[in-house]
């Protein structure tokens, strides 16, 4: 079946892959949006031909503008964040698929999901500092919420047989262990971005590859995961899988586990996500059973990895606490990448935003949300003199 497709995050990894999907499967494009990749998206516009396209930086967009006024019929130009949000709720996309970085993925998440439209979502920020407003809006729009996080995407193919999901009791949601697994802090004292920004088995844009260095990335999909399937946290359980073969397992009230398994190429989920319910074939090889050989199974060290234990207090405590935690990450990893912190605080730091903010009541606003993602970014600046 055709589907029509606006694509927001068109530039990134997940971007660039989702359009290896769309291209595979004849899908044509509403849609798509970038931060200021032009050269990329310019590319992009020419070969998928969308009906609009959103740049949120300002300079990048007077650059597109001038571009596309030689275009014979160039699509819409919307710009800044309210570009953004426009765009994920333009009519005329059957399904947005978000794979915006960071809470800049907030806005446009609940715009699509307010215009009614079905949402595939890689951006996990959205639900991590807003689980609660995307989930209240998903039910009461009655629009499907597609997870393209491999884990999650796992998680919810292992789910597909309606009579069992009922009796669902814990997830085992797997992880690589990144590229320092093993290793003590003593070890990790002189860590560069440069060293963790060699991933072991996926290749992913640079701030998701700091986050699964430190484990935060595990983190964040423990507090997907929680939205996602309604179970608490402590029926989540992080398992390390080395080879990134098991993308996620579900066990029942029987303790029957059932595990999804396929090559780690982000291809998979993300098409998953555009075809479910069905499965068609696509541009991902087939996993060889014939060379795999050995499955290893270990347990995250949370002493030395502070930012998943952080990670699963803050969702414990309910509320805000998760927004605070993600908004002290993004900052901590931002100074990180620009040589200002060092390796081990982005875990000391992302700890201390779980310690020091509360749930408040658990309900709030989108303005509240903010407020707190601006909060745990300041006090992350204050504890680094940066
Ligand atoms: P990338 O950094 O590779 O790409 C991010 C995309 O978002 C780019 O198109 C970028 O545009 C755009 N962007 C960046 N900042 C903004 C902003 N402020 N407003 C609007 N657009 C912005 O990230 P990934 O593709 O790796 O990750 C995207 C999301 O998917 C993240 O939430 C990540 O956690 C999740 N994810 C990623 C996986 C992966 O394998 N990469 C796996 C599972 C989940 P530009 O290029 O112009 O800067
Ligand atoms: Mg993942």
Same mark, same amino acid.
């Given at each position: 079946?055709?589907?029509?497709? @606006?694509?927001?995050?068109?530039?990134?990894?997940?971007?660039?892959?989702?359009?290896?999907?769309?291209?595979?499967?004849?899908?044509?494009?509403?849609?798509?949006?970038?931060?200021? %990749?032009?050269?990329?998206?310019?590319?992009?516009?020419?070969?998928?031909?969308?009906?609009?396209?959103?740049?949120?930086?300002?300079?990048?967009?007077?650059?597109?503008?001038?571009?596309?006024?030689?275009?014979?019929?160039?699509?819409?130009?919307? @710009?800044?964040?309210?570009?953004?949000?426009?765009?994920?709720?333009?009519?005329?996309?059957?399904?947005?698929?978000?794979?915006?970085?960071?809470?800049?993925?907030?806005?446009?998440?609940?715009?699509?999901?307010?215009? /009614?439209?079905?949402?595939?979502?890689?951006?996990?920020?959205?639900?991590?500092?807003?689980?609660?407003?995307?989930?209240?809006?998903?039910?009461?729009?009655?629009?499907?919420?597609? *997870?393209?996080?491999?884990?999650?995407?796992?998680?919810?193919?292992?789910?597909?047989?309606?009579?069992?999901?009922?009796?669902?009791?814990?997830?085992?949601?797997?992880?690589?262990?990144? *590229?320092?697994?093993?290793?003590?802090?003593?070890?990790?004292?002189?860590? @560069?971005?440069? =060293?963790?920004?060699?991933?072991?088995?996926?290749?992913?844009? /640079?701030?998701?590859?700091? =986050?699964?260095?430190?484990?935060?990335?595990?983190?964040?999909?423990?507090?997907?995961?929680?939205?996602?399937?309604?179970?608490?946290?402590?029926?989540?359980?992080?398992?390390?899988?080395?080879?990134?073969?098991?993308?996620?397992?579900?066990?029942?009230?029987? %303790?029957?586990?059932?595990?999804?398994?396929?090559?780690?190429?982000?291809?998979?989920?993300?098409?998953?996500?555009?075809?479910?319910?069905?499965?068609?074939?696509?541009?991902?090889?087939?996993?060889?059973?014939?060379?795999?050989? @050995?499955?290893?199974?270990?347990?995250? =060290?949370?002493?030395?990895?502070?930012?998943?234990?952080?990670?699963?207090?803050?969702?414990?405590?309910?509320?805000?606490?998760?927004?605070?935690?993600?908004?002290?990450?993004?900052?901590?990893?931002?100074?990180?990448?620009?040589?200002?912190?060092?390796?081990?605080?982005?875990?000391?730091?992302?700890?201390?935003?779980?310690?020091?903010?509360?749930?408040? %009541?658990?309900?709030?606003?989108?303005?509240?949300?903010?407020?707190? =993602?601006?909060?745990?970014?300041?006090?992350?600046?204050?504890?680094?003199?940066?």
């Amino acid at each position: 079946m055709s589907k029509v497709i @606006t694509l927001l995050g068109s530039t990134g990894s997940i971007g660039t892959q989702s359009l290896d999907v769309i291209r595979a499967q004849g899908y044509q494009v509403f849609g798509l949006a970038a931060h200021s %990749n032009v050269t990329l998206l310019l590319r992009q516009i020419i070969e998928f031909t969308p009906k609009a396209v959103a740049v949120v930086d300002p300079h990048a967009a007077e650059q597109l503008k001038a571009q596309l006024s030689t275009m014979p019929n160039p699509p819409v130009l919307l @710009t800044g964040k309210e570009g953004l949000v426009e765009l994920a709720a333009m009519p005329g996309a059957d399904i947005v698929l978000n794979a915006v970085v960071g809470i800049a993925g907030l806005a446009p998440t609940l715009a699509a999901i307010e215009s /009614g439209k079905d949402l595939a979502l890689a951006n996990k920020e959205s639900l991590v500092t807003g689980g609660q407003l995307v989930i209240d809006a998903v039910k009461k729009k009655g629009v499907h919420l597609l *997870p393209v996080d491999s884990e999650h995407s796992a998680i919810f193919q292992c789910l597909q047989d309606a009579a069992s999901a009922k009796s669902l009791t814990k997830i085992l949601l797997t992880a690589s262990g990144g *590229p320092f697994f093993g290793k003590k802090k003593e070890e990790l004292q002189q860590i @560069t971005a440069v =060293d963790a920004l060699r991933h072991p088995t996926w290749n992913m844009g /640079g701030k998701i590859t700091i =986050d699964s260095a430190t484990l935060m990335n595990k983190g964040l999909e423990l507090i997907e995961a929680v939205w996602l399937f309604g179970l608490p946290a402590d029926k989540v359980q992080v398992v390390v899988q080395r080879q990134s073969v098991i993308h996620s397992m579900v066990q029942y009230s029987d %303790n029957s586990v059932i595990a999804q398994l396929g090559v780690p190429d982000m291809r998979i989920p993300i098409q998953y996500a555009l075809t479910w319910p069905e499965r068609v074939p696509g541009p991902a090889p087939e996993l060889d059973f014939t060379t795999l050989g @050995t499955l290893t199974f270990d347990v995250a =060290d949370e002493d030395t990895f502070l930012c998943l234990a952080a990670a699963k207090r803050a969702i414990t405590k309910g509320g805000l606490c998760p927004t605070a935690v993600n908004g002290a990450n993004e900052q901590a990893v931002e100074l990180f990448l620009q040589d200002k912190i060092r390796f081990l605080e982005i875990g000391e730091f992302v700890a201390r935003a779980a310690e020091e903010f509360s749930a408040g %009541n658990g309900a709030y606003t989108l303005e509240e949300l903010y407020a707190c =993602d601006a909060a745990a970014r300041a006090m992350v600046r204050r504890l680094a003199n940066a």
